[in-house]
């Protein structure tokens, strides 16, 4: 294997000069360090295993190697498709059609997309009208080629991007497909941030001496992505967010979420403060995606609001801020999300904002991925105000071109108002369009202690605690627990204080006032049957108890109400923890 770093002292000299001048018009002076591998001599012609991280330039570096597949064919006219490009969702798809159209738009060629969520006749019409390049997702490629609309006779060239999405998203049946459907003698190219087992076994059935290249290099990360981690009180993430991003204030922000439900409530707290917001999550249609992208690529919004499955394959050049608020679930989750930004050279912001419980999986999880972050306290009104004083004089005192109108009425204000007024009231209209930032608990050791004590909302000054005999190792999680306890508990989501996941139990919190009621209703709902009537509810002394069952592997003194545990949690398959991933062939309706 190739690894490590190449040094971009490469040219684009070696292409032919109709892509030298498509790279030469966006801007492209030395090739990016997986753009240097392919164009090395070693890697002409042959299968290829490149693992490169987002962000690094490999559609276009993709779209060089093919250049060498495709060259000779582009001046005639199109029929059976000569290079496929499969993705893992829409967006990565007509991503990678848009960099193509542009790299090869000097030598004719046609390109054609194929995606979920598109209207497939005219797909079908565009491939009867024949294509040298067709870019599509699995579902709706293999839909075509099953209804003979897709002919993969002729293809030279087949490229996997990011082919481990691709199989953690379901899609090794449609890949395996369409892969068969090709002549033996295609080259394949498979791009790969990570190279897991499948991947290996993809690609020892499907290549043939295969040349791997690494540029990953050994940090694994972004050198342009600057990472901090802000530690807040666990009721202050959505406080701490709106602090970051009125301290940034980034050109274009994304905040990912871990669910659907959580998008949406964020989207709506941040329109609420003031920010131009949109939301990307699974709930969206196409159409909704496409404007909420146009939104933010038009400058209308500057912020949005997405889950990780969601957010794959977006690609916008202003983006210069990711703040993870909720925190990702694993090392290639985070260079994902983060990988958004620091892109082409430019620098980028990558902040996770983490609850003073969670501080060491996070330090865990960094150190798994190498990379360095700075800890850091969130941003205080005060700190905030400081950086708006100073964006504010450096944007008035830009040099701006006035007309005869701007001029007129700038006489006008100066015979009716002092200079300094006029001033005063300039800075005033601006600071009212900016969000009022939020006031945080102050991050010393005391001010933790206290914020990991209970903290009452109205009516829970007075709360008795109850316990479940499940807990994270029975797939225990809030978003189904709390219907679980209004159902048995014949009560309301806003009669259920503080929730407390353990190991292997759960504590919560009910009023004194509705206790007594709360009790009878579960000596009631103990005689039903089901998988819910043999999860055990029983009053405790709270989250401190925890450590003693453990220990002492006895129950507690009050009776048990309910059947003996099965050992897992009731309903989690049915009920499942809420991913926005799609499985199997969904891409073919979304």
């Not at 496929?84 to 390109?111: D, F, H, M, N």
């Not at 709902?525 to 453990?550: L, Y």
Request: proline share 6%.
């Amino acid at each position: 294997m190739r690894s490590g770093q190449f040094v971009s002292i490469m040219t684009f000299s070696a292409l032919p000069p109709v892509f030298g001048e498509a790279l030469a018009e966006r801007g492209y002076e030395t090739p990016t360090a997986v753009q240097a591998a392919v164009l090395e001599a070693e890697a002409a012609g042959r299968d290829l295993i490149v693992s490169a991280q987002t962000g690094s330039g490999k559609t276009v570096a993709f779209g060089i190697a093919l250049t060498s597949d495709l060259a000779e064919a582009l001046g005639d006219s199109a029929a059976a498709p000569l290079a496929l490009i499969i993705a893992p969702t829409r967006e990565l798809a007509l991503q990678v059609s848009r960099e193509l159209s542009w790299l090869y738009g000097k030598t004719g060629a046609r390109i054609t997309t194929c995606v979920g969520g598109m209207d497939a006749s005219k797909e079908r019409r565009a491939l009867r009208s024949g294509a040298h390049i067709v870019v599509g997702t699995p579902g709706r490629l293999r839909d075509h080629l099953e209804r003979g609309a897709l002919d993969l006779s002729a293809i030279r060239a087949v490229v996997l991007d990011e082919a481990d999405e691709m199989l953690d998203m379901g899609f090794r049946e449609d890949l395996e497909e369409l892969l068969d459907a090709t002549p033996d003698g295609r080259r394949t190219l498979l791009f790969s941030a990570t190279m897991p087992r499948p991947i290996v076994a993809l690609a020892k059935r499907y290549q043939r001496d295969a040349l791997r290249i690494s540029t990953a290099g050994d940090d694994r990360g972004h050198g342009d992505i600057a990472f901090q981690a802000v530690t807040v009180s666990p009721s202050e993430i959505d406080a701490a967010a709106i602090n970051l991003l009125r301290f940034h204030e980034a050109e274009t922000a994304i905040l990912f979420c871990a669910t659907r439900d959580n998008v949406r409530r964020l989207h709506a707290t941040l329109l609420e403060r003031g920010f131009a917001a949109v939301a990307l999550s699974g709930e969206h249609s196409q159409s909704e995606r496409n404007q909420a992208l146009q939104a933010l690529r038009d400058r209308r919004a500057r912020v949005c609001v997405a889950t990780d499955v969601a957010a794959r394959g977006i690609d916008l050049p202003s983006l210069s801020l990711v703040i993870h608020v909720e925190i990702p679930r694993d090392a290639e989750t985070l260079q994902h999300r983060s990988g958004r930004t620091g892109r082409a050279g430019k620098k980028g912001t990558a902040v996770l904002i983490v609850p003073y419980p969670r501080r060491k999986r996070v330090e865990s999880m960094l150190r798994g991925a190498k990379i360095k972050a700075d800890w850091i306290d969130a941003p205080t009104p005060e700190a905030i105000r400081a950086q708006d004083r100073e964006r504010l004089i450096a944007d008035l005192l830009r040099p701006v071109e006035f007309d005869e109108e701007d001029r007129a009425i700038a006489q006008r204000l100066i015979a009716e108002r002092s200079p300094e007024d006029i001033a005063a009231a300039l800075v005033q209209a601006h600071r009212a369009a900016m969000p009022q930032p939020e006031e945080l608990i102050e991050n010393t050791p005391e001010a933790r202690r206290a914020a990991q004590q209970e903290s009452h909302r109205p009516g829970f000054e007075d709360v008795v605690w109850f316990r479940l005999d499940i807990g994270r190792r029975q797939n225990a999680d809030p978003r189904w627990l709390l219907p679980l306890l209004c159902r048995r508990g014949h009560i309301t989501r806003n009669e259920v204080g503080a929730i407390r996941i353990g190991p292997n139990e759960t504590h919560f919190q009910v009023p004194s006032t509705i206790a007594g009621k709360f009790r009878s209703a579960l000596e009631r709902t103990a005689k039903e049957e089901g998988d819910e009537a043999s999860v055990q509810i029983e009053p405790s002394n709270g989250p401190s108890d925890m450590g003693r069952r453990a220990n002492s592997g006895r129950p507690n003194k009050p009776p048990r109400h309910h059947a003996k545990p099965r050992g897992s949690a009731p309903g989690a398959k049915r009920h499942g923890t809420a991913k926005d991933k799609p499985r199997g062939r969904k891409d073919r309706q979304s």
